[in-house]
C-alpha cells in the first residue's frame, strides 16, 4: 500500500470553484504516489455567513441547531472537491465527519474528540479511493446528534484521522507560505520559521496564532502526528515542520509574536473563583452562549475578575448578554494580548526588553501573565498593533 499522507486544506484555498478544482488536480497528481486522506474546511467565508444567517432568525440561536446549520459548510466543500476529482480521473469518495467514525462528546459548538474509528475512510483507501472528509464535524455516539470542533476545528480532524492511520505527517495547507514570527500583515519585516516544536507551536496557538487550532497541536503531540504548514500549491518544501523536538537546546531566544485581537473582561460578585466560574457557565448555558477560551481567572477583593477570549460571533453575545447584568459586570476597555513565545521565559531578561520597549515607546499595559514558554502583555485594544510591531525587534 502507498505511503499515507493526511492533507486540510483551508476555506481560504477552497473559496470558488476553480480554486477547489486547482486543488483538484494537484490531488490528483500526489494520488499516484500516496494514499490521500483530504480534509476540507467551507468554502471562502461560508461559515461567517452561515452565523450571520442564524443571527438574522434567532437573537440566541440554539447550539444543537447551529451545529447542525454549520456543517452544511463543510459538507458543500467535500462534494464538490468529490466531483472535480472524479471527473479528472481519480476515483474519490466524501464523508461527513459521522460517517467517517469520529465520535465526540456531547457538547454542541465546541465538542472534543473521543474516540476515531474509521471503518469506512479505511475500505476506501483499500480501494485506492481517495478519501474527502468534511472538518469540524462529528458525532456523539451517546446523543446520536451532530456536532462540530470549534472554530479551526478541520485541523484536528486532519490529526485526529493522521493518528488513527499512523499517517506520514499531516499536512495543514493554506494561502500562506508558512509560520511566521509575527502576523505579516502587520509587521512587514516577519520572517518565516522553518521549524517547531510541539510545545512552542501549542504556546503560540493558546495565545492567538491563527496558522493552527490549538486542540489540533496537542492531539499531534499526544500522537507524535508529525505537522506541515504551508501553501497548498504544488510546492511543499518551504513550509514550517512542526514535531518532537525541534529546536529545543536554544536559551532565552524570542521566537514568535501572537495575539488575541479582543479579550474581554468580566467581574462577578463572588469573591469564590469556583462558583463564579461556574455561574458564569450557567448563564452562558442559558443564553446557548459557547463558552469561550479562559486567559486569566483572579481574586479582586470581594469579586472574582475573568479574561476571556473567542472569536467575534461568541464575544458579541458575551457583550450584549452582560450588558446589564446583575451579578457580572463588564470591564469597560476592550482589550487584547500580545504574546511573546520563547525560550528561557522565567529569565528576567526577556521580560526585562520587553517593558523597556514598552516604557520607550510610551505603549501603557495593563498586566504581565508569565508561562514556562511565553511572556503576555494585557492592553487597551486601540494599540495592540504598535505593541506587536514595537515588540518585534526583540525577535
Not at 170 to 198: G, H, Q, W
Not at 276 to 286: G, R, V
Request: hydrophobic residues 40%; glycine residues 6%; neutral net charge.
Amino acid at each position: 500500500m502507498k505511503p499515507l499522507i493526511v492533507q486540510k486544506y483551508g476555506g481560504a484555498t477552497l473559496a470558488d470553484p476553480e480554486k477547489i478544482k486547482s486543488v483538484a488536480s494537484r490531488v490528483c497528481a500526489q494520488s499516484n504516489e500516496n494514499s490521500l486522506i483530504v480534509v476540507v474546511s467551507a468554502m471562502g467565508k461560508t461559515t461567517n455567513s452561515l452565523i450571520d444567517l442564524a443571527n438574522q432568525v434567532s437573537g440566541h440561536p440554539h447550539r444543537r441547531e447551529m451545529d447542525m446549520l454549520l456543517t452544511v459548510g463543510e459538507r458543500i466543500s467535500m462534494s464538490l472537491m468529490s466531483m472535480a476529482l472524479n471527473d479528472l480521473g481519480c476515483s474519490a469518495i466524501s464523508f461527513t465527519g459521522s460517517q467517517a467514525g469520529i465520535f465526540t462528546d456531547d457538547s454542541h459548538v465546541n465538542a472534543f474528540i473521543k474516540d476515531v474509528k474509521p471503518f469506512r475512510v479505511e475500505e476506501s483507501l483499500k480501494k485506492d479511493q481517495v478519501v474527502i472528509l468534511a472538518g469540524f464535524q462529528g458525532v456523539s455516539p451517546q446523543t446520536k446528534e451532530i456536532t462540530t470542533l470549534g472554530r479551526g476545528g478541520s485541523d484536528t480532524s486532519a490529526v485526529a484521522m493522521a493518528a488513527s492511520f499512523n499517517a506520514e505527517r499531516c499536512e495543514i495547507l493554506k494561502d500562506v507560505p508558512a509560520v511566521f514570527t509575527a502576523d505579516p500583515n502587520i509587521v512587514k519585516s516577519a520572517r518565516p520559521l522553518m521549524e517547531l516544536n510541539y510545545d512552542q507551536m501549542m504556546d503560540m496557538t493558546f495565545w492567538g496564532a491563527k496558522v493552527l487550532h490549538y486542540r489540533s497541536v496537542e492531539l499531534a503531540k499526544q500522537r507524535n502526528v508529525t505537522l506541515y504548514i504551508g501553501p497548498a500549491s504544488n510546492k511543499t518544501s518551504d513550509g514550517t515542520l512542526v514535531k518532537k523536538g525541534l529546536n529545543m537546546f536554544e536559551t532565552c531566544k524570542a521566537l514568535s509574536l501572537n495575539s488575541h485581537e479582543t479579550v474581554v473582561g468580566i467581574l462577578c460578585k463572588e469573591k469564590n473563583p469556583a462558583k463564579a466560574l461556574k455561574e458564569l457557565q450557567t448563564l452562558f448555558d442559558q443564553k446557548q452562549i459557547a463558552f469561550p477560551q479562559l486567559l486569566q481567572c483572579e481574586m479582586n477583593a470581594d469579586k472574582t475578575e475573568m479574561l476571556l477570549t473567542g472569536p467575534a460571533e461568541i464575544v458579541q453575545a458575551i457583550k450584549k448578554d452582560l450588558a446589564n447584568h446583575q451579578r457580572f459586570t463588564l470591564l469597560p476597555n476592550d482589550f487584547s494580548t500580545v504574546t511573546l513565545t520563547c525560550t528561557g521565559a522565567t529569565s528576567p531578561e526577556i521580560t526585562q526588553n520587553i517593558l523597556n520597549i514598552l516604557a520607550e515607546k510610551e505603549l501603557p499595559s495593563h498586566r504581565l501573565m508569565m508561562s514556562a514558554m511565553s511572556v503576555t502583555v494585557l492592553v487597551d485594544a486601540p494599540i495592540r498593533k504598535q505593541v506587536i510591531e514595537s515588540l518585534h525587534a526583540l525577535i
